[in-house]
């Protein structure tokens, strides 16, 4: 059985370059929620 993080870290030797670079994505992916929900809001209130 291949896990995420097995498929996350297929091209990576050290561990620890991986889990920073999945905590990496992670971060990333909270901005740009955070920024796309900041967006719509502004964009309602504009009206």
Known sequence: ???FKHI???F???ENKCVYRV???HLN???I???I???LHFAE???
């Open 8 to 10: 996350m870290c297929s």
């Open 1 to 3: 059985m291949i896990s």
């Open 37 to 39: 929900k900041t967006n």
């Open 12 to 14: 990576e030797r050290a």
């Open 45 to 47: 209130s504009s009206y």
């Open 33 to 35: 929620v955070f920024f």
């Open 23 to 25: 905590a990496l994505n």
């Open 29 to 31: 992916f909270q901005l």
